[in-house]
Structures are given as structure tokens and as C-alpha cells.
């Protein structure tokens, strides 16, 4: 089977994000599906990669080990449900220190697509944010927007919006392996 692949937004989208920021292992918490969605897509061919801002590190909110925690953890319960993520890129700057990995910049898709050797065209990206949105329109990738996390806030903003729109991550995986099957 021809390795595919499919992106993710971490927080809002595969676990529930708050205001406060996620700052150690027991807030991240998983959105209801968000982990079985990726098993799933696991289950038929897809490998899923995690692109995510992470400015709360350059806040000194949390640090790269308590990153690296949560993301343990993350996997674990991944793998509790017979799934895993296959790469995880983070942005952890501020968002006026002017890097160009920072989503809406597409720094971060460019070294998946660099690393992983896998066009970034017409690649689904599934985020909560106008700049996954945007992120992904800016390299031709297929961004596909889900009311969990801050969805319902780019919703209300962004009334015009033309692409996919669902309930939660699993419904949107679903999407994605119907789509895909032809
Ligand atoms: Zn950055």
C-alpha cells in the first residue's frame, strides 16, 4: 500500500484546548473520537502528523521536557487504542519572533514534506484555527475545519468560509477515508 498521510492540529483537535494553555501532561485530555480517529486511519494506510503551534514554551509557560511528556502520553493513550502518531512538529516561538514555522507560515509543513519526502499537495490538514486554514491553503494542501477547540470561534469570524466543516476529528477522518477511496 502507497504510504499516505494526513495532518493534524494537536490542540482543539485531537485534545481539548483551553485559553490557559496546555501546560502538563494531565491537561492534555483527549477530544471524545480524536484518539479512535487516528487508529482508524491508522487501521487503513494513513500515518498521522501533528502540526502545531506551541508558543506557550517561548512564554515560559511549560517547558521542551513537559512538551515531550505530554506528547508521551498522547502516544500512550494512542497506543492503548491501537494507534500512533508518526511525527510530531512544533512551533515554539513567540508569535512576534518573526520564525517562519509559526502557522498561518508553513515552515512546519515544509520540513514534514522535507523529512517525510510527501507533497504537501493536496494533503488534509484538519485544524480549528483560521491559520491552519490558511497554513494549508498557502501550500495547496486540502484543510478541513472541525467545530471542536476553537472551530466554533473561526466559525462565527470567518462566516464565508468555504471548506469542509465537521462535528469533531472523527467525524472529519471519516470524511477523509470515503474520500480517499475513490
Ligand atoms: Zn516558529
Known amino acids: 500500500m502507497l504510504e499516505k498521510y494526513v495532518l493534524f492540529d ?9 485559553d490557559d494553555y496546555i501546560k502538563s501532561p494531565e491537561e492534555w485530555i483527549p477530544i471524545e473520537g480524536s484518539l479512535e480517529a487516528i487508529a482508524l486511519l491508522n487501521k487503513n494506510g494513513f500515518k498521522v502528523a501533528v502540526i502545531s503551534n506551541q508558543s506557550g514554551i517561548a512564554r515560559g509557560y511549560y517547558s521542551l ?12 493513550l494512542l497506543a492503548a487504542k491501537g494507534g500512533q502518531i508518526e511525527a510530531i512538529y512544533f512551533c515554539p516561538h513567540a508569535p512576534d519572533a518573526g520564525c517562519d514555522c509559526r502557522k498561518p507560515k508553513t515552515g512546519l509543513l515544509e520540513q514534514f514534506s522535507r523529512e ?7 494533503i488534509y490538514f484538519v485544524g480549528d484555527s483560521l491559520s491552519d486554514i490558511q497554513a494549508a491553503q498557502s501550500v495547496n494542501a486540502k484543510p478541513l475545519l472541525v467545530k471542536t477547540g476553537k ?13 469542509p466543516i465537521f462535528e469533531n476529528l472523527y467525524d472529519a477522518t471519516t470524511f477523509i477515508l470515503t474520500a480517499s477511496k475513490f
Open 65 to 76: 521536557e513537559t512538551l515531550d511528556a505530554m506528547h508521551e502520553k498522547m502516544q500512550r
Open 10 to 18: 494537536r490542540d482543539g483537535v485531537i485534545n481539548q484546548d483551553s
Open 151 to 163: 472551530g466554533l470561534k473561526t466559525l462565527s469570524e470567518n462566516p464565508h468560509l468555504t471548506i
Open 116 to 122: 517525510k519526502n510527501y507533497p504537501l499537495e493536496a
